[in-house]
């Protein structure tokens, strides 16, 4: 058990994890509060203020996002819950995936419609040179909640594993099998000029992996991104995958898809402010 302001419990633990620690719980905030009081509003786990000089500097810099469905008039109004986790080998490419527990280890709905926003930020020095993984939800639609919860966070980080390389080579198309029976659809750039990877994933081991790609331009750069998904790629048949970068194909030299595991992190005790 690792210790970090509340109970933390590793429940999917890799070999690397002594050398390289799990990702950290950082804050929680209600968007509402946020929204009119930040960085004031952030609590930590413990449900302590945030008055470190050094944490309200990563709260500033970090960008957090954030949901609106008021043109929905759903009734009650669902309140959004804000997530900040960090750890030093988040990427634009790490997925996360988070969920909340109750006392009885049972995990609470996710309300406004199971609508959730995520962002993530690789880091710098504003942020204390950590990447970060920003979650915002409404549980339950933010009522009849229990004081304390558990978080558990699914989470990919780290290099690509049983990579393949597709090169970028004009006037050719190309087709590639690729892990537990899924494709390589397709490479190309789509009406805004950027290069993009599309892959149909067969879901043959749900929950165990994620696709990765990285994008090597001819310059020698290495750009990472999140995937588009549609369907789920947890569920059985097929679901696709699109990751889309910032430069235009002419400018790339090749493209690494690989894999990184999905681990799993869990956080007990976690007070949620002011409820």
Do not use: C
Not at 191 to 206: L, W
Not at 226 to 236: F, L, R, T
Request: glycine share 10%.
């Amino acid at each position: 058990m690792i210790m970090d302001g509340t109970n933390v419990v590793i429940t999917t633990v890799m070999p690397d994890e002594i050398l390289n620690p799990p990702p950290i719980l950082r804050f929680l905030a209600w968007q509402d509060e946020w929204q009119t009081n930040q960085p004031g509003a952030a609590r930590h786990p413990d449900g302590s203020p945030v008055t470190n000089e050094t944490e309200l500097k990563w709260l500033k810099a970090v960008q957090s996002g954030g949901m609106d469905v008021s043109n929905w008039h759903l009734s009650p109004e669902p309140r959004f819950l804000k997530l900040w986790f960090s750890d030093p080998g988040f990427d634009l490419g790490s997925f996360s995936e988070v969920a909340l527990l109750d006392d009885q280890n049972k995990i609470i709905p996710i309300g406004a419609r199971g609508s959730m926003s995520g962002s993530g930020e690789e880091g710098g020095e504003q942020n204390g040179n950590l990447g970060w993984q920003v979650k915002t939800f409404s549980p339950n639609d933010g009522t009849n909640l229990p004081p304390r919860v558990t978080v558990r966070l699914r989470y990919t980080i780290g290099p690509l594993e049983g990579t393949q390389e597709v090169p970028v080579t004009p006037k050719h198309s190309l087709s590639m099998v690729l892990k537990d029976g899924s494709m390589l659809n397709g490479v190309g750039q789509n009406v805004d000029g950027r290069a993009f990877v599309a892959i149909a994933v067969h879901a043959h081991k749900p929950g165990l992996w994620r696709f990765g790609v990285v994008a090597v331009t001819k310059d020698g750069r290495h750009l990472t991104t999140g995937p588009s998904e549609s369907g789920s790629p947890d569920g059985p048949g097929v679901s696709a995958a699109e990751f889309t970068f910032t430069v235009p194909l002419a400018d790339v030299a090749k493209f690494i898809i690989g894999t990184r595991p999905i681990r799993t992190m869990e956080w007990t005790n976690v007070v949620l402010p002011n409820n």
